[in-house]
């Protein structure tokens, strides 16, 4: 069996595997998409650089819809906006456990969730200068929105549909002034 894009078909298995509760391994990735374990290192060279590339899969994925939802890169726009989107995506629904790819390894969990707060920092940030009460009223938002994504990632007592449009509407309450 040849493949013809063997990136790609490494990511998926490393996701497959994530998505079904087991542990990702070079090896078991490699079994998956009958590759080598050399083959597979081709492409990543440690397990930390392919757990890297699956963090970084899953924020393109982010990316798109908080752009989406903007309409534009986090650059120039005010925090509330940048965080209204963070809000709208959280709670839009279709999260599962793969968006927990950067605490899904205990070894890797420091860099893997550096890499995370690093590419949301655009997002989520929230300049010095803001005032107190506007500061607590984004954060405020924004711990809002990462619990609904986390709970119906965790599958843990996830929000229903409709407790996600009350709670987004909740949300960008505290958004505004």
Known sequence: MTITHPRPAILAAAFSQLDEGRAVSLDSVARSVGLTKPGVMYHFPTKEALMLALVDSVLDRWEEGLVARLGSSPEGADPAARIGAYVDWSLSGGFDETDLVAMSDPKLRRSLTQRWAERLAPWLVVPDDVAPDERTRLLAARLLADGGWLAEAANVSP????D??????FAHNLLKD
């Open 159 to 162: 929000p229903t549909p409709g």
């Open 164 to 169: 996600l449009a009350q709670l987004r509407a």
